[in-house]
């Protein structure tokens, strides 16, 4: 079974400075996505950024970045010039790209909460 | 906002009762996921439906069951309620393509505003 890591229970920023959440996963698939979600005060669950396996380049999304390494199955995700509305949990999950079974669903770390700071 | 509507917003009730979740997903969406987000469990995928069928289940108990509609709104029926099944529950949506004969989650999985039921 697939499993998501997120190792960092909190981090905290400087507003405008620069930090990196880290994930890491276990799968023996090839093939799958990766995603960050933010989940601030209210509870919403919002998309920040998604990653096919297949593709090398990293997805970037205005201040947001990630790096995904496949063969050490990291998958990082940077925030830059941080903002006092970033600070939320941030989850990281995985999905099969195989349907079948239970592969079409959100496998989440615990996630990271992190606080910005003005 | 997401697209995907969940009602309602909070439910409070106590041990024993039946209650209903309602959720619509985003225009067009064939798939619905429901999940369940506890302090000591994190987010936990309980059932999945794609057009109307039943796709996957999660760890979902035996006093849980869902349904998805012909108008692809779908409903999470929690019975025989107890203290620890306090949690914000979610539904997320996403399209589903046929492909030769199979099924492939092509889209991003958006999530509902969530429904947390509190019993005491």
């Known amino acids: 079974a697939q499993t998501v890591t997120q190792s960092q229970p909190e981090m905290s920023v400087q507003e405008a400075e620069t930090v990196t959440l880290s994930c890491t996963y276990d799968?023996?698939?090839?093939?799958?996505?990766l995603f960050w979600y933010k989940q601030p005060p209210s509870r919403q669950m919002i998309l920040v950024i998604r990653q096919e396996a297949y593709k090398q380049q990293n997805a970037t999304e205005n201040r947001f970045s990630v790096n995904f390494q496949k063969a050490a199955k990291s998958f990082s995700l940077k925030i830059s010039d941080s903002q006092l509305g970033d600070a939320a949990m941030y989850f990281c999950a995985y999905r099969s790209a195989n349907y079948g079974g239970s592969q079409g669903n959100l496998i989440f770390g615990k996630g990271t909460k992190l606080s910005v700071k003005p | 906002d997401s697209g995907v509507t969940q009602t309602p917003k909070h439910l409070i009730t106590a041990t024993g009762q039946r209650v209903t979740l309602r959720c619509s997903p985003r225009?067009?969406?064939?798939?619905v996921y429901w999940y369940q987000q506890s302090l000591d469990q994190g987010l936990q995928f309980l059932i999945q439906y794609y057009n109307g069928e039943e796709r996957a289940k999660g760890n979902i108990l035996e006093r849980f069951s869902a349904q998805q509609f012909p108008d692809l709104h779908s409903e999470l029926n929690l019975s025989s309620l107890e203290l620890g099944d306090s949690a914000l529950y979610f539904c997320?949506?996403?399209?589903?393509?046929?492909?030769?004969?199979?099924?492939?989650?092509?889209?991003?999985?958006?999530f509902g505003p969530g429904t947390r039921l509190t019993v005491l």
């Open positions: 799968t023996s698939e090839s093939d799958y996505y």
């Open positions: 225009s067009g969406d064939l798939s």
């Open positions: 997320a949506s996403s399209v589903a393509m046929g492909l030769a004969g199979g099924l492939w989650p092509t889209d991003t999985q958006y």
